[in-house]
């Protein structure tokens, strides 16, 4: 069995400064030994980190779209922001890349997916829906979530969405290894949540972040 983190952020991400090597001291540490890297924007974190951790990376994106974010997993390309959702997932899917929705429903954040009448015409796209995101406050918009998943027979999956050291594992998957994309989903539909939420708090470090880079 793996512990997989699958919403971190590193110092490529305009909101946080984590630094690669600093992001594997802590992985180590907390016994993190698989991570999706999904910075805002762009795919140079993880490509960077997946040359040099000592343990699976994937390569994933966390793309604003007109329409909210959505991230894009086992990415090849990076995948420009502000398209349709419906032009993104298409993208993603045309380099073979799974398609998750981060922390759908929550209302403390103004580029979550919030739409049900839209998540439900993404539906045939969709692969993975996080429905435990360390980040996330309000327990009724995990719960939607859960509810969304099982409607549609969709695999849930867990992130701690670090931007900081600190944060990563908060929340992660116990899960059997796996190699590739296709065996990524089946593990992911038999593993197991572990750990907790981030305090309130760490949203104000990210705020602090943006505007120290800024």
């Known amino acids: 069995m793996i512990r997989a983190d699958l919403h971190v952020h590193t110092s490529y991400s305009m909101d946080c400064q984590t630094e ?26 993880g490509q960077h980190l997946q040359k040099i951790a000592p343990f699976s990376i994937i390569v994933a994106e966390e793309i604003l779209t007109t ?28 380099q073979d890349g799974i398609v ?7 209302p403390m954040r103004s580029s979550a997916i919030k739409n049900m009448k839209l998540l439900e015409q993404l539906m ?13 406050i309000f327990d ?13 027979n969709k695999t849930v999956s867990a992130g701690s969405d670090a931007h900081s050291a ?23 539909s038999q593993g197991k949540l572990c750990g907790q939420k981030s305090s309130f708090w760490v949203h104000f470090r990210s705020t ?6 800024n």
Request: net charge negative; hydrophobic share 45%.
């Open 100 to 106: 998750c929705i981060p922390h759908p429903f929550d």
């Open 20 to 45: 690669p090597a600093e992001l594997i001291d802590r992985c180590l540490e907390m016994k993190i030994n698989c991570l999706a890297i999904a910075d805002h924007g762009t795919i140079a974190g």
């Open 67 to 94: 329409d909210g974010e959505i991230m894009g997993m086992f990415l090849s390309e990076e995948i420009p922001n502000n398209l349709p959702a419906f032009k993104t997932v298409h993208l993603i899917k045309e």
């Open 140 to 152: 009724s918009s995990q719960k939607k979530a859960i509810q969304l998943a099982s409607r549609f």
């Open 124 to 136: 045939p796209f969709i692969d993975v829906i996080e429905a435990f995101n360390a980040r996330s």
């Open 166 to 188: 600190a944060e990563i594992g908060r929340f992660c998957m116990e899960m059997p290894d796996f190699t590739g994309k296709d065996e990524f989903l089946h593990a992911l």
């Open 208 to 213: 602090l972040n943006k505007l120290k880079k």
